[in-house]
């Protein structure tokens, strides 16, 4: 699983370096271009549930291949789209793009099938730190595979879409070959559940909703979840074009764009053990503060590539916190007969918000500029923190496990 999430991170991140870049050449417009994050984060919410229903049926081995040979077809409608000098055709492939990230969220969770209890966050949080390889050198290498993509005669910019979809190549092949046994499957085994598989989407949405309203602290993980990717998605998504726009190069941005990814997963295994030990809410409320400064930081950075890069790292462990601990938390507050229906729904969710958040942010961005779009980032992210807040203070504290 860590090697697929290697290989799948090279994937996203290089497509994730350039996607809005090149909607914003292609179609001459700041506003379209913040479409290209939506479409990839759209993308991730519409293979959510299918990558849940498929887990659910036949195992986690089933599910994330669904997901990652969609990503490889994106990939290539992606490089026909830059060829043909449509940007329509591009937001369309960058949709089944999105099948990358839907994997890679997925694979979080099959650390948990077998966690002991107590330890899922820790668990949880290797697997996603196992995408720091691929993930951070991801962007470094769009310029490289568009130099190799130029002299194979690829039209400018085509080569890493080209290079991502050779990475989810290789990560499906790795699922296909090497996740045996599937741990959910296995887990199942265990706890001898008897589940009737193939659950019909509508199906597996009622589940996740029945669980969700009888399960208060699901629920809380799941808002804090779709709070962090909303506010990290929103400015992530647009700072490549800030960049592009201030003038900087693809190197630059490329370089931005790593330390953020980096800010993502590096410390995901310290972000896992403090869930664990400290408790999920107040990791989660870190989580909070920690993407407030990122927006202050962004909102206020004008032309300074140093500050907005801050920013950048600020945000991706924000991101981390959000996400490592609110899945830790709707992972043990579910039954394990009812856990890829939720963590399906978890996913959809929040790749609904983000794709919402993206739209908004080119939006503010073509219209009011970045710095706005840092000041309605920090508000989200402060009524949230308050809201949390106010669930603590009414919630007795739980112990904390070894």
Not at 51 to 72: H, I, K, N
Not at 158 to 167: E, H, I, Q, T, V
Not at 372 to 382: D, E, I, Y
Request: with cysteine; charged share 10%.
């Amino acid at each position: 699983m860590s090697a697929t999430q290697i290989v799948g991170g090279v994937g996203v991140a290089v497509g994730l370096a350039l996607s809005s870049v090149v909607v914003d050449e292609l179609s001459g417009s700041t506003v379209i271009s913040g479409f290209a994050g939506t479409a990839t984060v759209l993308g991730a919410a519409l293979l959510a549930l299918p990558t849940a229903r498929a887990s659910g049926s036949g195992g986690r081995r089933a599910g994330l291949s669904l997901a990652y040979l969609a990503a490889l077809a994106g990939c290539a409608i992606s490089v026909a789209a830059i060829s043909l000098g449509s940007w329509p055709l591009l937001l369309a492939g960058l949709v089944l793009v999105g099948g990358g990230s839907a994997g890679s969220l997925a694979a979080r969770y099959s650390a948990t099938d077998l966690s002991p209890k107590g330890r899922s966050a820790r668990h949880l949080s290797l697997v996603v730190w196992a995408s720091t390889i691929g993930s951070v050198a991801g962007p470094n290498l769009a310029r490289p595979a568009d130099q190799v993509g130029m002299r194979l005669g690829m039209a400018e910019k085509a080569g890493p879409f080209a290079f991502s979809a050779l990475a989810f190549a290789l990560a499906l092949l790795i699922i296909l070959v090497l996740l045996r046994p599937d741990p959910l499957k296995l887990a199942r085994g265990l706890q001898d559940t008897q589940e009737t598989p193939g659950p019909g989407r509508n199906r597996t949405i009622r589940t996740a909703w029945e669980t969700l309203r009888t399960t208060p602290m699901a629920r809380t993980a799941l808002i804090m979840i779709a709070v962090s990717h909303t506010a990290m998605v929103s400015v992530m998504s647009m700072t490549p074009v800030k960049l592009h726009h201030d003038g900087a190069n693809l190197d630059v941005i490329g370089i931005v764009i790593s330390l953020h990814i980096a800010g993502m997963y590096v410390l995901s295994p310290v972000v896992g053990w403090l869930a664990d030990k400290a408790g999920k809410v107040p990791v989660l409320a870190l989580g909070m503060a920690l993407l407030l400064c990122a927006a202050t930081l962004a909102g206020t950075a004008g032309h300074r590539v140093w500050q907005v890069t801050a920013a950048l790292v600020l945000l991706g462990l924000g991101w981390s916190c959000g996400l490592v601990s609110g899945s830790a938390l709707v992972t043990e507050s579910v039954p394990l007969s009812r856990r890829p229906a939720v963590q399906g729904l978890s996913d959809l969710l929040m790749n609904v918000c983000g794709a919402t958040g993206t739209i908004v942010a080119g939006a503010i961005v073509g219209l009011l500029g970045y710095g706005m779009l840092g000041l309605v980032v920090g508000v989200m992210v402060t009524l949230a923190g308050l809201w949390l807040a106010s669930i603590r203070r009414r919630t007795p504290a739980a112990p904390s496990a070894g």
